[in-house]
């Protein structure tokens, strides 16, 4: 059994800006060297989130979109209330998303469909600094 540890640190502008994780993973699959298991990787911070999508501008634009009505930036929150940061819109949007994802790798590769791209989405109201944890597990 392999377990594997590490870490992507990734720039980001905030307002669900989204960067395509897929290409840092497959290489972080390459360097731990497990041909089967799973693959876990898990955003650290509670403004972001991980999720699959076709990275494609429409897309991507609906998927905003449709978090914006889901939870708008300019809607009264506690959070920001209390803490005044203006950014409880972004902890709402990361709790609905998820700050983690699993996937299996099988004969070396990451089980995604063929449109399917693994994102980061970072929903704070400001420029942040990154660090996307990857575990792989496996033979």
């Known amino acids: 059994m392999i377990i594997h540890n590490g870490e992507i640190n990734i720039s980001t502008n ?4 989204c960067v395509n994780l897929t290409a840092d993973l497959e290489q972080c699959l390459v360097d731990s060297n497990v041909r089967e298991g799973l ?10 989130a991980i999720t699959t999508i076709e990275y494609e501008p429409g897309v991507i634009r609906d998927l ?8 708008p930036q300019d809607m009264e929150y506690a959070h920001n209330l209390r803490w005044g940061d ?3 819109f972004a902890h709402v949007r990361a709790a609905l998303m998820k ?6 790798v099988i004969q070396g590769k990451l089980c995604l469909g063929t449109w399917q791209q693994v ?3 970072d929903f704070d109201n400001r420029p942040r600094k990154r660090s996307v ?3 792989i597990m496996g033979v």
């Open 119 to 121: 994102v980061l989405l």
């Open 39 to 48: 693959l876990t990787v898990m955003i650290a911070g509670s403004t972001a």
């Open 64 to 71: 905003q979109s449709a978090l914006g009505r889901i939870a």
């Open 99 to 104: 700050p983690s994802l699993a996937i299996p």
């Open 14 to 17: 905030g307002f669900a800006d």
């Open 86 to 88: 203006g950014n409880g």
């Open 133 to 135: 944890l990857v575990q």
